[in-house]
């Protein structure tokens, strides 16, 4: 199942010449270096290690493609004093630097900003409006609507032939094409939102073609003329004057060089008095040139919304005015929040509104800013157990979670989308498990998690298979074996890299020490995406995110006559869901709030215009909602498949605890599944568990009452029948979600038959207080989940990630030393830091100067036999879980034997009453054949774990440590091999 087409869909977000975030670069970010605006690729191929992880720069498959220059320079398209950086892709206008044949080697596909569309020629910038949609296909069945390209006019130097049409600039929202053939140059400035586009012209005058026009309006530097349906301005500075020369309209600009046009929102006005006060309006405005725009938003976590305030900086070219037009999309205009603004108008909104394929677009005339406050509906790791916790329904979740106890995974592929499905559902399936005890299907489930993220995560010498390669000149990070054009067209990696990333937030709630050793690489992940520091030399700044348009893109180049497009929104949600997750488990805060940043302004966008919020999908279309938007409209389709089912459920999948925000209108909802099984004519017959799933967001009991009917139906490729009737039944309990924000991410209320349920999760090590705006209170402690209200209930076992070192616990109110709650005798902190010793004590003290030899692997091949090795005890220890992991580090070498590999085993008995409590298995080791101490720690990752923690009571630990591969021994360094016990 492809999310894009083999051509591509997508979008992405270039960084900002300038207003850039001091944030400072994390991870691998300082192995990048900018040379004369390129980044520098390295002399040669290496592996570039990244914590415990590692990535390659080594071309093992594919890389992006594109028109022949772009083949030795992706920066061929941009011009020399261009932003340095990486290249800008998945954008609106992206078809414009990643040029493709199909579209243009020379200039562009068409570039829908809205209000307004481009097409760039060989002489200039065309300009369109098209007011009405355009329908094709068939009404109630497969079919698109778009507002295409249809050109009005083209701003043009008279003479100009440029060879072809680069990049000068850009911003948040804008973008600076640039022509030039020796004699004559011009550069325009566009953007989303800006009914004004403004031009620096040389070497001739500033031409206007079109194929016909009617002025209505010339005086000096100002004209209004109709040029196809459209109204538009132009404006020259003081002393220039137009001439009118039968279908073109010429100026010398007075010499200054200068000129605005703007596409007046006239749009079924009759009257020549009305298009002039129209256009008298906007005069003021005209010379107020836009150099940057940015995007600034802030998570108020107290109130439960985004604030994103979008500022434009202009600078005068006569006059004083800094105001500008700015045309808002539904999404933003819906929770307006404040203006600011300069000149006359001020930035009032107008009256007129500007027709676009989203709907219509409300002007701010003169603004400077606008600020929107955008509700957080709140993401969890998954609904409570609130139904399946207990009685008929635990028994018949805890039958269905032994049929995939063996395989969580059920990998379907090898690339990096597939292995994304597989770990998904692994997640989800570890998540439940973990609220209903179901403990070893949840550490099954998290062993295969962590095996798979260790192995793509790490690259060696020479492999191909299973890892990420950089791509300095691209500035990208590309996941082999690829899929769905996310190498050669950089496609879709918010897509397949988020599922990653919410398995790595899972495994981090359970397993801090692996997410310590290898965040920096799932942080690469995130920066590659969706990067969130606009100084990252390595990524560009929001590569999939439309800072305006408030959605993902999933085409790599864009290069479609209908623009960019993106299915999937559930899926680029699924990547917001999982930064506020890994975020918040890591307690790292610029992430999590990237995160609601990303999710929040998303899930407006998506209820307006995938599921009609707004109103723009015509009524003779037949549909309600869309399987696909396009720059220019939307389509009921996908690239994949027909199926009416598949066309609704690609909006839908995965279905996760970050996916509430479906369910933010009920009856739409409703509706919706209504409408799928008119079009099918009856109920679904394939993804029947993605559409109950989403019905019991708007109808539980009608949704559970689907599933137990039929619970022999074919699972989706990335779900599992435990996660789906757990999530059915529990939501048939809670009702739907509730109009209610929380002071923390991870929380969510439900109005359903027992009244009203508030949900919060931890993932972190320390208790945790949740309020709500309704009043309700709930208290939760580390690493659970607790509902208040309808429903009672608490569960999890997670360890949680760390404590915010911001925020720790007060010192000043310690514990009353001399009054302590635990009557045990603790052994000594000290004592657990342990010591190998070659008398098979794990000692409190220094293991001595020696070296205990281990033999040669015994067995079978990467088992061993831990016989042949060292095996140390300590018993009699007591103490307190901390509530984080082993950690250890040994002293070791192979000599000159070559292809040993050693590993380390330890097991916890808590109450040495003759059984293992907690045993971990650890990768081994592959110890190079040069004399010297190479160390090994818990960063090799564990490759597997059984059973869970708890405190020491007169407890026995045992640590063995022996070669699973290779036909030489080795040798421990007792002295400075140490194994430092969790407890305290």
């Known amino acids: 199942m492809t999310h894009s087409p083999p051509v591509a869909p997508g979008a992405a977000r270039p960084r900002p010449p300038r ?321 600011t603004g300069d000149g006359p108008a001020g930035g009032d909104a107008l009256e007129a509104r500007h027709p676009s394929p989203r709907g219509e677009m409300t002007t701010l005339l003169g603004a400077t800013s606008f600020t929107t406050e955008t509700p957080f509906t709140g993401v969890l790791p998954e609904v409570p157990a609130v139904v399946t916790g207990g009685g008929d329904a635990n028994a018949r979740l805890d039958a269905l979670l032994d049929q995939v106890a063996a395989d969580p995974l059920d990998q379907r592929g090898t690339d990096t989308y597939w292995t994304g499905k597989a770990l998904g559902r692994a997640s989800r399936i570890a998540e439940i498990a973990d609220q209903v005890d179901r403990t070893e299907v949840r550490d099954t489930a998290l062993a295969e998690i962590r095996e798979v993220l260790t192995d793509w995560l790490t690259a060696e010498p020479g492999e191909a298979e299973q890892l990420f390669s950089y791509d300095a000149g691209w500035g990208t990070l590309i996941g082999y074996p690829a899929s769905y054009g996310s190498d050669k067209e950089l496609n879709d990696h918010h897509f397949h890299y988020g599922y990653f990333i919410l398995a790595a937030a899972t495994l981090a709630r359970f397993d801090p020490q692996w997410a310590q050793a290898y965040g920096d690489m799932v942080d690469l992940l995130i920066r590659d995406a969706n990067g969130y520091d606009r100084d990252d030399t390595m990524f560009p700044y929001l590569r999939d995110f439309d800072v305006y348009a408030g959605h993902d893109w999933a085409s790599g180049h864009g290069a479609f006559g209908s623009g960019n497009n993106q299915e999937s929104s559930s899926e680029g949600m699924n990547f917001a869901s999982a930064l506020v997750q890994w975020g918040e488990a890591t307690g790292d805060r610029e992430i999590r709030d990237h995160g609601v940043y990303l999710h929040a302004t998303q899930a407006a966008a998506i209820q307006q215009y995938w599921f009609d919020g707004s109103g723009a999908i015509p009524d003779e279309f037949g549909h309600t909602q869309l399987g696909m938007v396009w720059g220019s409209g939307g389509t009921w389709s996908t690239w994949f498949s027909g199926a009416p089912e598949m066309i609704h459920g690609i909006n839908l999948l995965p279905i996760t605890g970050g996916h509430l925000y479906l369910g933010q209108r009920p009856d739409d909802v409703r509706a919706n599944y209504a409408e799928l099984e008119d079009k099918v004519g009856g109920a679904p017959t394939v993804w029947k568990d993605i559409h109950w799933s989403y019905l019991a967001l708007g109808d539980g009991p009608a949704a559970l009452a689907k599933l137990n009917a039929d619970q022999g139906y074919t699972v989706e490729e990335g779900e599992s029948r435990p996660h789906t009737y757990h999530w059915v039944a529990n939501l048939a309990g809670l009702g739907t979600l509730a109009d209610v924000q929380a002071d923390h991410p991870l929380a969510a209320a439900f109005d359903g038959p027992r009244g009203r349920t508030h949900v919060a999760a931890n993932l972190t090590n320390a208790p945790l207080t949740v309020r709500f705006d309704d009043g309700a209170v709930v208290e939760v402690p580390a690493g659970r989940t607790v509902t208040t209200g309808g429903y009672t209930w608490s569960g999890g076992g997670g360890v949680g990630g760390p404590v915010d070192p911001t925020d720790p616990t007060d010192p000043t109110d310690p514990t009353d030393p001399t009054d302590p709650t635990d009557p045990t005798d603790p052994t000594d902190p000290a004592d657990f830091v342990r010591h190998l010793t070659a008398d098979g004590e794990l000692a409190p003290g220094a293991g001595g100067s020696g070296a205990a030899t281990i033999g040669a692997a015994a067995g079978a091949d990467a088992v061993g036999d831990p016989a042949t090795g060292l095996t140390v005890e300590a018993s009699g220890l007591t103490g307190d879980h901390t509530g984080t992991g082993t950690v250890f580090d040994l002293g070791v070498d192979a000599g000159t034997a070559v292809g040993n590999g050693t590993r380390l085993r330890i097991s916890y008995d808590l109450t040495d009453d003759g059984s293992w409590d907690r045993v971990e298995t650890y990768h081994y080791m592959a110890t190079d054949p040069v004399p010297g101490w190479e160390r090994y720690t818990q960063g090799a990752g564990l490759m597997s774990v059984r059973g869970g923690w708890g405190d020491l009571r007169d407890g026995r630990v045992r640590v063995e440590v022996w070669n699973v591969i290779g036909r030489g021994p080795s040798t421990i360094d007792l002295a400075s091999s140490t194994v430092t016990l969790p407890f305290e």
Not at 210 to 230: D, L, M, S
Not at 250 to 262: D, E, F, K, M, N
Not at 284 to 291: C, D, G, I
Request: contains cysteine; negative net charge; aromatic residues 8%.
């Open 19 to 339: 207003r850039r975030r001091g944030a400072a670069v994390t991870g691998a970010t300082a192995l990048a270096v900018a040379v004369a605006g390129l980044l520098a690729p390295p002399a040669q191929a290496e592996i570039r290690d990244v914590g415990e992880g590692s990535y390659t720069t080594d071309a093992v498959g594919p890389r992006p493609e594109g028109c022949a220059p772009l083949a030795q320079d992706p920066r061929a398209f941009l011009t020399d004093d261009a932003p340095a950086g990486a290249v800008p892709t998945n954008d609106w206008w992206s078809s414009l630097v990643f040029k493709r044949e199909g579209a243009s080697c020379q200039t562009s596909a068409p570039l829908h900003a809205h209000p307004v569309s481009y097409q760039p020629t060989a002489d200039g910038l065309g300009l369109s409006v098209t007011e009405q949609p355009v329908l094709s296909g068939t009404p109630g069945g497969i079919g698109e609507f778009h507002h295409p390209y249809g050109e009005d006019v083209v701003v043009t130097v008279d003479g100009l032939q440029a060879p072809v049409v680069e990049v000068a600039d850009w911003s948040d929202w804008t973008v600076t094409p640039s022509w030039s053939d020796g004699a004559q140059s011009l550069r325009a400035t566009i953007g989303h939102g800006l009914p004004f586009s403004q031009y620096r012209v040389s070497g001739g005058d500033a031409v206007l073609r079109t194929a016909a026009v009617r002025v209505w309006h010339h005086e000096g530097g100002q004209i209004g003329f109709t040029a196809g349906n459209t109204d538009y301005a132009a404006f020259a500075p003081d002393g220039a004057t137009w001439q009118v020369e039968g279908t073109r309209l010429r100026s010398s600009l007075a010499g200054t060089g200068y000129l605005a046009v703007v596409a007046l929102p006239t749009a079924g006005v009759t009257s020549d008095d009305a298009r002039r006060a129209s256009l008298r309006a906007h005069a003021p405005y005209a010379f107020a040139e836009v150099v940057d725009t940015v995007a600034e938003p802030v998570y108020d976590e107290d109130d439960g919304v985004v604030r994103t305030t979008y500022r434009v900086e202009t600078e005068p070219v006569q006059g004083s005015v800094r105001g500008t037009a700015l045309a808002l999309y539904p999404h933003q205009s819906a929770f307006l929040d404040g203006v």
